[in-house]
Every structure is written in C-alpha cells, then in structure tokens.
C-alpha cells in the first residue's frame, strides 16, 4: 500500500511539472514559445539577460546597433522578469523593433537553469537545438568562430 501511494505522488509530481513546464516561454504579446522549436532551427545564439544588469545593457546597445548576425538566430531571452517591467524597459530604452521582436520572457528562468548560468549577460551558441558554447559577449569574430 505504502509502495503504490509513493508511486502516485512521484506519478502526480511529474505530471504537474510538466504542465507548469508548458508556456514558461513566452513572446511580449503573451504567445507561447516551444523552446524545441526555437532551438532546433540551425545557428541560434541565445541572450540571457535583465533589465537590471548593467552588463547586460551594454551588450543590448550592442545588439540593438546591428540587429542582425550573419545567418544567426539571436534570441533575446529574458530571464524572470515581469512582462509589465520588460515592455516599460523596452520603452523607455527606446529598443528597435528588430530586437523587441526577438524578445523571450522566461518567467522562472528556466534556461537560465538549464545551461547552469552563474551570471547575466549570457549568449548560449546553438546548432540544430545542440548546445556549442557559451560566452558573456557577442561579436562576429565569436559568431565565426562557434559556427
């Protein structure tokens, strides 16, 4: 008896872990984003940041001058924060469509999690949903050295 109701708990653990897993990403309009789906499509770099790092600002300048690398993917992903803080940021900052675009919110930093980040900004290398490399700053010498 015993047995079975500790099997039901670990059975009512997982699968309310994967319903809450469901949605973590998300786009600044509120759609859902599947992680497998964004990671999977060739070279993607993803950006962990906040609004409130000062590193991560001056990497965001950065990104937000160019808007674009190579046949890279740049994914900004936004780690914990609340929609309302990351659209008054954007707004206030004066970010460019290219980049709010490429906005994620994760809302329980759960790639952050994931790729065991000690430390914002963060750009997490890809190829076809594998991780390559990491790096605390992004430039095309990096881009063509990763891919």
């Known amino acids: 008896m ?11 653990i997982f699968t309310s872990t994967a319903v809450a897993k469901a949605g973590e990403l998300t786009s600044l309009e509120g759609k859902e984003i599947n992680y497998q ?16 790092c000062p590193y991560c600002l001056i990497q965001l300048d950065q990104l937000s001058e160019q808007c674009s690398y190579q ?16 659209r008054n940021f954007i707004k206030n900052r004066d970010i460019p469509e290219c980049i709010q675009n ?15 980040i000690p430390g914002f900004p963060t ?6 949903g594998k991780y390559l490399t990491r790096s605390y700053y992004l430039n095309k010498d990096l881009i063509k050295e990763a891919y």
Not at 102 to 116: G, Q
């Open 2 to 12: 015993l047995k079975n109701n500790f099997f039901l708990l670990l059975l009512l």
């Open 37 to 52: 789906q964004l990671s999977a499509s060739g070279q993607v770099v993803l950006f962990i940041w906040t609004t409130w």
């Open 71 to 86: 046949n890279v993917k740049l994914v900004l992903v936004n780690s914990g924060e609340k929609k309302e803080d990351v």
């Open 102 to 116: 490429n906005i994620v919110l994760d809302r329980n930093s759960t790639l952050a999690k994931k790729f065991s």
């Open 123 to 128: 750009f997490i290398f890809l190829k076809n």
